[in-house]
């Protein structure tokens, strides 16, 4: 049966943390380094969980059942670091080098060198795409625009706006959805 610590002394409370680190410490490593790959994340956590049960102690909250609250905690940090990286990469300015692996917009439409054709074609697409964007509301143009077209970064879009990077994400991927619908008519008359 795991025990309950209450809020005893500060002396008390620091022979607490060191005993409860001492029994669970390498059971929640293990734990950690099974969802962790880099060695020094998972380090991490494990600091990060023993502080945040020190600073629940020093805020004198009694935790129950401390074992299952420590990998409880565990699997949020793991959750959190995980969503974190997830988000830097996807908010990551494009280098040179992944710009020219990835297909931008402007590889899509006809070289306007090719011929008299081409440009014409080039030309329409132009006006539906500036028509289309137009029909946006104008919180999921900018985002558009400055995301798609500028190449800034959702960090940098969030920084200089005081959004969240989440709420400029939903207006761009409401203006996507708006765009495909809107020019999947003249995307098919061209393609045919």
Known sequence: MEATL????????????????QREGSRLRSFIRRRVADEADAEDI???VFFELAETYRLLKPVEKVGAWLFRV?????????????????????????????????????SPDVGPEAAYARRILLEELGDALDELPSEQREVFVAHELEGRSFRELAAETGLSVNTLLSRKHYAVLHLRERLQDIYEEFVK
């Open 74 to 110: 565990a699997r949020n940090r793991i959750i959190d670091r995980s969503r974190k990286r997830r988000l830097e990469e996807e908010t990551q300015p494009r280098s040179a080098d992944s710009e020219s692996a990835e297909t931008s917009w402007e590889d899509l439409l006809p």
């Open 46 to 48: 494990l600091q990060e």
């Open 6 to 21: 209450t809020v005893p002394q500060s002396d008390e409370v620091g022979r607490r943390i060191a005993e409860t680190a």
